[in-house]
């Protein structure tokens, strides 16, 4: 059991070296709500999503850049 939690410790990446994010991910990066992420990734123009199948993950760099120009959300 031990062994397993000091795997999985190894295992886990920081969010700011993770080049793609979870909604639920992005929010606690950004202190954006994940309703107003999904309402953000929902478009068609949006330069920072990468649809997996039905799954939805956020491009953090491209993120990043969105949020720097970015007035409001």
Do not use: H
Request: glycine share 4%.
């Amino acid at each position: 059991m031990e062994r397993e939690i000091t795997l999985r410790k190894k295992l886990e990446i920081p969010i700011w070296e993770k080049s793609n994010l979870t909604i639920e991910e992005a929010a606690k990066y950004s202190g954006i709500g994940i309703i107003k992420l999904r309402e953000m990734t929902e478009r068609s123009d949006c330069p920072f999503v990468l649809w997996v199948g039905r799954k939805r993950l956020i491009k953090r760099r491209e993120f990043d850049e969105y949020i720097v120009k970015a007035f409001s959300v």
